[in-house]
């Protein structure tokens, strides 16, 4: 039947050629562009140091840019992917029975990663670290495990995550800096607060903040163990939860203490809006059964959250999370990219921290991201 325009529309060979033809040259970009981002990690690679196992504070891997690297470059390779189909759907559209097409691109598109269930991933704890022995002589905790630190007097939980008054930064908006004060304010406590994921569950909350394709990333990621290039692989890592059975939290409040901050950057010629934060989170934790072992663990999230158009197409003002994670009192071979707690009868760490003794309560003092540093007052 015509169209309207007195022509006739392609028949299903002519869809099934274009849709070909389009797929080639897709294809052929995508490798193109692979290539290069591919070029340019090993660029970024080779000026940039690898931090060794542990690096951070004891655990975590504060101060790696090469790992903040690769995440921007997954992001620009995922949005070229998005660009291209963007392209490609739009040209269908515009030969006719582009709908037919596009519905059939959408149902051969695998979904993300199912990540409803407890991760249990990397070694499990140590009977040292989850049954210590009770002495009966020894006593539990204080009424105030944060008496005598600075933590004492910080805020309680979510209320020490402030959001400044947003002014305009560069080609953004107040309202825009407002909106991206808000998401990161949500994500910091998703990150560094919610009670499932602190204790060893499925960190669904943080998920499902994060865009679609760095979501799927770190999902996919939440089962790895081991080092590479010095880096714990895990990307449970991208948030404070401890390892399965090995704490429990004294009480009911964690203190937060720090800072956030906007300003206008730019990646590719596109204007990026960049929240910086510095945050320390202190959460008094004592092994299953054995309270006279009581600790604190000082954690530290420091970083970016970058505000962009990430998927492709639209416009969308979407956050990027490139924050890292480190925490005093956690013990260095720990390589699962959950926290384990140093406690006093745990079996001897196998790596022993190094370096400048750093200082978990200070803003100022960031670990230097290439070793296993000893901290103090904890």
Request: hydrophobic fraction near 35%; aromatic fraction near 6%.
């Amino acid at each position: 039947m015509p169209d309207g325009t007195g022509t006739q529309p392609p028949g299903e060979d002519d869809l099934d050629r274009m849709l070909r033809e389009l797929s080639e040259r897709m294809a052929s970009e995508a490798k193109r562009r692979a290539k290069a981002d591919k070029k340019q990690a090993r660029k970024q690679a080779r000026t940039q140091p690898a931090p060794s196992a542990g690096a951070g504070w004891r655990g975590g891997y504060s101060g790696d840019e090469a790992a903040d690297e690769q995440r921007r470059q997954d992001r620009r390779t995922r949005r070229h992917r998005a660009l291209g189909t963007s392209v490609t759907v739009a040209i269908l559209v515009l030969a006719g029975g582009g709908v037919a097409v596009y519905q059939h691109l959408s149902q051969t598109t695998a979904g993300g990663p199912n990540d409803a269930q407890v991760v249990t991933n990397g070694p499990k704890p140590t009977s040292s670290e989850t049954a210590a022995p009770i002495a009966p002589s020894l006593s539990g905790p204080p009424a105030d495990p944060f008496a005598g630190t600075p933590a004492q007097a910080w805020a309680d939980g979510a209320a020490g995550i402030v959001v400044p008054k947003a002014t305009a930064a560069g080609p953004f908006s107040a309202s825009q800096v407002a909106l991206a004060y808000q998401t990161v304010r949500k994500l910091l406590i998703a990150q560094n607060l919610d009670h499932t994921t602190l204790l060893g569950g499925s960190p669904t909350a943080f998920a499902n903040l994060l865009v679609p394709s760095q979501r799927s990333q770190f999902v996919a990621g939440l089962d790895k163990t081991g080092l590479k290039s010095g880096r714990v692989q895990s990307t449970r890592a991208w948030l404070a939860s401890f390892a399965p059975g090995t704490a429990a939290l004294i009480g009911g409040v964690i203190k937060v203490h720090g800072t956030m901050s906007a300003r206008a950057s730019t990646e590719d010629g596109n204007p990026v809006l960049d929240i910086d934060v510095n945050y320390r989170i202190v959460y008094p934790v004592e092994p299953p059964r054995a309270p006279q072992d009581w600790m604190r663990i000082v954690g530290q999230d420091i970083g970016s959250i970058e505000f962009g158009n990430w998927q492709g197409g639209g416009g969308a003002f979407e956050p990027w999370v490139l924050t890292n994670l480190a925490e005093a009192g956690n013990r260095c071979d720990a390589s699962d990219g959950f926290i384990h707690p140093d406690y006093p009868t745990s079996t001897p760490d196998k790596i022993q921290p190094s370096g400048p003794t750093v200082n978990p309560y200070d803003l100022k003092d960031v670990p230097t991201g290439k070793s296993c540093q000893p901290t103090s007052g904890t």
